[in-house]
């Protein structure tokens, strides 16, 4: 018994049934969410990524981010430091510089991130990441984060996904 007229290959079906399924389950669930979970070189600004150092790189990252909700803006502005302890974990210090109104708060805390699998050419990345902020900002998350690097589109370019669960103590501003 022969297949006659399937042509696609069983992994670009496959990958299409994984992106497409992502992106319905992403329009289906998400909600806007108002609160920064991930700061500094712990992967993306808002989301943490599933790549981690290699032992005994180190890195500093600063940015900057304004936020405004509700007709009130705040001013971000998270320093932080991270670097692999070894090939599959990475840990972090963080201070972030909040300003909102006539308010100026620091606040400052740890993250860590633990791969749990490494990219292969058609699977993405996973690793456990942790956070937690203390002082006027009260932020701990605990996100399962993937990074995808996909061949054929341009070099350099990443697919981040996760699920996240975090608690903020000091409210959205």
Do not use: C
Not at 148 to 167: F, R, Y
């Amino acid at each position: 018994m022969s297949r006659i007229g399937w042509t696609k290959s069983r992994a670009g079906v496959d990958m299409g049934i994984r992106i497409g399924g992502g992106l319905l389950l992403a329009a289906v669930v998400g909600a806007p969410a108002f609160a920064q979970t991930a700061y500094g070189p712990g992967g993306m600004l808002v989301h943490p990524g599933a790549l981690v150092r290699e032992k005994g790189n180190w890195d500093v990252g600063l940015s900057w981010l304004k936020q405004t909700r509700s007709g009130k803006t705040s001013e971000w502005t998270p320093l932080s430091v991270a670097g692999g302890v070894t090939d599959r974990l990475e840990i972090g210090a963080q201070v972030i510089r909040r300003r909102a109104g006539s308010v100026d708060s620091e606040s400052g805390g740890l993250f860590a991130r633990w791969r749990l699998r490494d990219a292969g050419e058609k699977s993405p990345a996973l690793a456990l990441v942790a956070s937690h902020v203390a002082g006027p900002i009260g932020l701990s998350s605990l996100s399962l984060a993937s990074t995808w690097k996909p061949t054929g589109l341009p070099k350099g370019t990443l697919v981040h996904a996760g699920l996240q669960g975090a608690v903020r103590t000091d409210g959205p501003v």
